[in-house]
Nanobody
Framework: QVQLVESGGGLVQAGGSLRLSCATS????????MGWFRQAPGKEREFVAA????????YYADSVKGRFTISRDNAKNTMYLQMNSLKPEDTAVYYC?????????????WGQGTQVTVSS
C-alpha cells in the first residue's frame, strides 16, 4: 500500500516561511509524478506545485511562483515545499499527491494533509 506522510504545517504570520515535507517509499518516489495541492475552507482543491513523471522538471501555480519552491531529497525519499513570503490567502490544508503519470486533482494517491495557517 502506498503511503504519503506530510509534515511541517503550522501557524505563521504573513511574510513568514514554512517548509512542508512528504515522505514515501523509494518505489513511488523514483518512478511516480509527485506534487502538492491545497484546499482552503469552502473552496475546491487546487494545484500548487509538482514534479513531472520520474522526478522531471518542476511547474507551479501562478499564485505561488517566485514564493514557493518544490524540491526533493532522493536519499530520503522525501519531497519538500518551501513556502516563503506567505500570505493569508495561502491558508489551507496542504496535500502531497502521487500518480503513475501526472498529478492532478484526480491523482491516485494522497497524504492525510497538513494545515497551514497564515495570520495577517
Amino acid at each position: 500500500q502506498v503511503q504519503l506522510v506530510e509534515s511541517g504545517g503550522g501557524l505563521v504570520q504573513a511574510g513568514g516561511s514554512l517548509r512542508l515535507s512528504c515522505a514515501t517509499s523509494g518505489r513511488i518516489f523514483s518512478v511516480y509524478a509527485m506534487g502538492w495541492f491545497r484546499q482552503a475552507p469552502g473552496k475546491e482543491r487546487e494545484f500548487v506545485a509538482a514534479f513531472r513523471w520520474r522526478g522531471g522538471s518542476t511547474y507551479y501555480a501562478d499564485s505561488v511562483k517566485g514564493r514557493f519552491t518544490i524540491s526533493r531529497d532522493n536519499a530520503k525519499n522525501t519531497m519538500y515545499l518551501q513556502m516563503n513570503s506567505l500570505k493569508p490567502e495561502d491558508t489551507a490544508v496542504y496535500y502531497c499527491a502521487a500518480d503513475p503519470l501526472v498529478v492532478t486533482t484526480e491523482a491516485k494517491y494522497w497524504g492525510q494533509g497538513t494545515q497551514v495557517t497564515v495570520s495577517s
